[in-house]
């Protein structure tokens, strides 16, 4: 029989865990910084092809939370991977209140220029870059800031489109989606037949040959239409649900089995765990991560 001490300090302990955990969750977790690498070997992909590709998403950049300081360290880590090729899967901007100052696009978009690979930086747009302009929102058309800062930095963004790159004498195909959810504010200004600016037919008609092919989206949603023509899907949007137990995420937009790492469908799948938080700058279980996937090598993921 458990004593009336022994129930006080059962809930104590209770008490001090949950404090610890929230303690731990706002101020060290969202702070860290890790690189989670994979080794694959898509059937898709040639296995002797090597290529190895840096990924950051879900930057949300704002302070204190992800400021410039911060952005120049992600920068400078993902540099010194020396990877082939590095590509942003959008939601630059920031997408909650608990901020001190929201950065203009203008200069988190200079600093993301210093990203160097000899096959270059390559770039698509998230939900909350979209939302974030209302202009774009109103009107229903036209390109959001987020895109026209990252092009003034010399980082094309792919909206369905489809871009031949040649890597130690071989070619592949980098295909980059457009948003899923682009237009989900507009609701309150207009009937809406469909809130997605992505049309993954046209993405694809682009591809001229049968060289592989890597896809970037950046909701891992459109993954069970994504045909096996294409070897590897690079997405981001969750965050791995911010909170993340035992292999379970109790807030998981895209659902569970979409919700964080490596996923086979028709396809091979990464959903990056991203750098940022959105409502709040909260995380357990999910730190905030670079992303290096090389292709090529079958292995399992490490961090």
Not at 100 to 126: C, N, Q, T
Request: aromatic share 6%.
């Amino acid at each position: 029989m458990f004593s009336r001490r022994h129930v006080l300090r059962l809930m104590g302990g209770f008490g001090a865990f949950g404090v610890s955990t929230a303690a731990y969750g706002f101020g060290v977790e969202p702070a860290q910084l890790r690189v989670t690498r994979y080794d694959l070997s898509p059937p898709q992909w040639p296995a002797d092809f090597r290529l190895k590709i840096a990924v950051i998403a879900d930057l949300h950049a704002c302070d204190p939370w992800m400021s410039l300081d911060r952005i120049e360290g992600i920068v400078a880590r993902t540099n010194g991977l020396a990877p082939d090729m590095t590509v942003l899967l959008g939601d630059y901007v920031v997408s909650q209140r608990h901020v001190r100052r929201s950065i203009p696009a203008g200069e988190w978009a200079a600093v993301l220029g210093r990203l160097k690979a000899p096959l270059g930086v390559h770039a698509i747009l998230g939900n909350h870059d979209w939302w974030d302009d209302r202009t774009v929102q109103r009107e229903g058309k036209g390109h959001p800031v987020a895109r026209q800062a990252l092009e003034a930095a010399g980082i094309p963004v792919y909206e369905n489109d489809a871009q031949r790159l040649v890597h130690a004498g071989r070619p592949f195909w980098l295909a980059g989606l457009g948003d899923q959810l682009a237009y989900v504010p507009a609701r309150r200004f207009r009937p809406l037949r469909r809130v997605g600016v992505d049309d993954l037919g046209v993405t694809l008609g682009k591809i001229t040959d049968s060289s592989p092919v890597i896809l970037l989206a950046h909701e891992p949603d459109i993954a069970p239409r994504v045909p096996s023509r294409v070897a590897l899907q690079l997405s981001g949007h969750t965050h791995g649900g911010q909170v993340r137990l035992l292999g379970w995420s109790p807030v998981a937009p895209s659902g569970q089995e979409l919700s964080y790492g490596h996923i086979r469908k028709n396809c091979d799948i990464i959903v990056s765990g991203g750098l940022g938080c959105s409502v709040m700058p909260f995380r357990v279980g999910v730190p905030p991560e670079i992303v290096l996937v090389t292709l090529g090598n079958a292995g399992q993921a490490v961090s």
